[in-house]
């Protein structure tokens, strides 16, 4: 992908983290919410860290490749399974 195709997913994002927060009072500053599941969703409140993590990154493709950036749920909807998201983000917490 692209530096530039990069940085505009990643201020769409942005965009859509500070819509949503204003209406999700239980998210706390510096985190988003994104729905995980490919037929049902769980809904997870990560860090906005994720943002700069390349398989982050990835997840942020797809899911503007599948959805654009109207999101239903009221967070960002991510096409993967939530087993692979738990182990995906489980992995940045071990790792240094």
């Known amino acids: ?18 819509h949503n927060n204003k209406h999700q009072r239980d998210v706390p500053k ?5 729905y995980v599941g490919e037929i049902q969703r769980k809904r997870f409140v990560v860090p906005l860290s994720y943002l700069d993590q390349p398989f ?3 997840l942020l493709q797809r899911s503007e490749e599948e959805y654009g950036f109207n999101h239903p749920m009221g967070g960002l909807t991510i096409p993967c399974c ?15």
């Open 1 to 18: 992908m692209g530096a530039f195709r990069l940085q505009a997913l990643v201020a769409n994002t942005k965009q859509l983290i500070k």
């Open 30 to 34: 510096g985190y988003l919410v994104v």
């Open 56 to 58: 982050f990154q990835d």
């Open 82 to 96: 939530k087993e692979a998201f738990v182990r995906l983000t489980t992995q940045i917490h071990v790792s240094p």
